[in-house]
């Protein structure tokens, strides 16, 4: 049984990470795996960013406005690095995020019902362990030998992630506690 099986079977929050790896052709080249990561990775921080402003909209929180302001201009500014980067490589950015995505999380993120609190618990939670979650990126970038350029896009990247995910956690706990309610995600 995979640790994902088990976590499930358990009872226990699986560990999601940001990219799913590479699916295409059999044996794929470093160039084939840095073209997909870039393409699908593109796809979903511009969907992102694409939301983030509706849910700033219906923020009663400005301290929640403000960080979600800036986690919103790195999603974009990702998104547009990968994009560039792949026309660079001669590839087009293809990758879409499902309609079925779409559907279930602009609803949820955009909604005035919901509060920011269980908004931020939802990613915190989503994100867990932010070292396993940008895993796939930063295992990639540590095996790239032929592409520094696209090397250090990704690893610089990974590191605004990084610090996007810890401002989400560090909101989502400073919420929690301010509402009584138990720390959930750390």
């Known amino acids: 049984m995979s640790q994902t099986s088990e976590s499930q079977a358990q009872g226990q929050p699986v560990q999601r990470v940001v990219y ?4 295409g052709k059999p044996n794929p080249s470093e160039r084939d795996r840095i073209v997909h990561l870039l393409d699908v ?4 921080e511009g969907f992102v960013a694409q939301y983030l402003p509706k849910w700033i909209e219906v923020s009663p929180s400005e301290a929640v406005k403000g960080g979600l302001r800036t986690v919103q201009a790195r999603e974009a500014a990702h998104a547009r690095l990968m994009k560039a980067r ?3 490589l001669g590839e087009r ?12 999380e602009v609803p949820f993120f955009s909604s005035p019902q919901i509060s920011d609190r269980e908004k931020l618990q939802v990613l915190a939670t989503l994100f867990g362990n932010p070292e396993a979650f940008l895993k796939p990126v930063t295992d990639m970038v540590n095996d790239i030998k032929e592409d ?10 990974a590191d605004d992630e ?3 995910i810890k401002w989400i956690q560090a909101m989502s706990k400073a919420l929690n506690q301010a509402e009584g309610q138990p720390k959930k995600a750390s």
């Open 20 to 23: 799913g790896g590479y699916k």
């Open 41 to 44: 990775y593109r796809s979903t």
């Open 86 to 88: 792949l026309m660079e």
């Open 93 to 104: 950015a293809e990758a879409e995020v499902s309609e079925e995505r779409r559907q279930k």
């Open 148 to 157: 520094p350029q696209t090397q250090e896009l990704l690893r610089t990247i």
């Open 162 to 164: 990084y610090e996007s």
